[in-house]
């Protein structure tokens, strides 16, 4: 029996903004949501990491969260459209992923969370976005299209992939692979150990103090983003602090360019989408664009990088 061998173009599906914009909107208040109970109730740790998602074969989730002597996690699953929050104590409440508005879903997961007796207050304005509407207002996002929200599972998939094996040629203090739901995006930073001027701030609906925290150290960070604003789907790159002659720097593939407006260099999704070997190109534009935050800056790479042990 012949083998059918599946062309890049079959794992990295096609995306584009304008099809699936009104599913985006409500998806990306919806991760919000759950976000910010993760954000509420969880221990603080540094740079915001205990705000994030994680990627699961089917979907998003917080992973544990502690309440009292119980934790609980919620988890988005994308194969069976269905919200998941269970317990630790054996309890598994299932919210239906349908069209519906961001107001009626919001009262629902606060209402499931109530009859298990995990009473939590969240900040209701959404954050990093235009025109934000409070969660339990908001009867204008509703849209769930299920074949868009499962290419978006797919893509996350893939990307998560990825960065997790960039992540592992590591030495030095790096994040998780997580999902921030601020700004709908897949990341992974690496720091160099060294402090960070102050940040200027500057994000829609975020407090100055929460951008300082999250780079409070120098960064080389790079992930993943779903688009939005007048850009399609991209990879990114980006330093900060930015040092000298970072966009001039020489980074590889040549479909790579550097951003003026977002101060990041960028690697488009459908260039990657249509490469022979994406794999091969999404990692050598994170490690290219990682070496001109680390060169430029003069990170100590040699204590940083890893080198693999080579068994004899």
């Given at each position: 029996m012949a083998i059918v061998q599946s062309s890049p173009t079959d794992i990295w599906l096609p995306l584009p903004v304008a099809a699936w914009q009104d599913t985006y909107e409500t998806l990306h208040l919806w991760t919000q949501i759950v976000g910010k109970i993760r954000l509420a109730l969880t221990p603080k740790i540094n740079h915001w990491w205990h705000s994030?998602?994680?990627?699961?074969?089917h979907g998003l989730t917080t992973s544990t969260i502690p309440y009292g002597r119980r934790n609980f996690q919620i988890t988005f699953n994308f194969v069976l459209h269905q919200l998941l929050i269970e317990?630790?104590?054996?309890?598994t409440k299932i919210i239906e992923l349908a069209p519906r508005s961001v107001a009626n879903f919001y009262q629902a997961v606060i209402n499931a969370l109530t009859e298990i007796s995990i009473d939590v207050r969240i900040w209701t304005m959404p954050q990093e976005i235009?025109?934000?509407?409070?969660f339990e207002q908001d009867e204008k996002h509703s849209a769930y299209d299920r074949e868009y929200i499962q290419r978006f599972w797919q893509i996350l998939v893939q990307a998560e992939r990825i960065l997790?094996?960039?992540?592992?040629?590591?030495?030095?203090?790096?994040?998780?692979?997580?999902?921030?739901?601020g700004?709908?995006?897949?990341?992974?930073?690496?720091?160099?150990?060294r402090r960070a001027p102050q940040h200027p701030g500057g994000v829609p609906n975020m407090a100055d103090?929460?951008?300082r925290e999250a780079y409070s150290h120098e960064v080389s960070s790079c992930g993943f983003w779903f688009g939005g604003?007048?850009?399609?789907?991209?990879?990114?790159a980006y330093a900060y602090p930015e040092p000298e002659g970072f966009k001039n720097y020489p980074i590889q593939?040549?479909?790579?360019?550097?951003?003026?407006d977002m101060r990041e260099f960028i690697l488009p999704y459908e260039a990657v989408r249509q490469a022979s070997d994406p794999d091969a190109m999404v990692l050598t534009f994170l490690q290219t664009t990682y070496e001109a935050a680390a060169n430029l800056a003069q990170w100590e790479r040699a204590a940083l990088d890893y080198i693999p042990v080579v068994k004899s």
């Open positions: 994030t998602l994680y990627i699961t074969p317990t630790s104590d054996g309890t235009t025109d934000p509407i409070p997790t094996r960039f992540r592992s040629e590591y030495a030095g203090k790096c994040s998780p692979v997580h999902f921030f739901w700004s709908c995006d897949l990341a992974v930073t690496r720091f160099s150990g103090w929460v951008t604003g007048g850009h399609e789907a991209l990879f990114y593939p040549q479909e790579a360019t550097y951003s003026l």
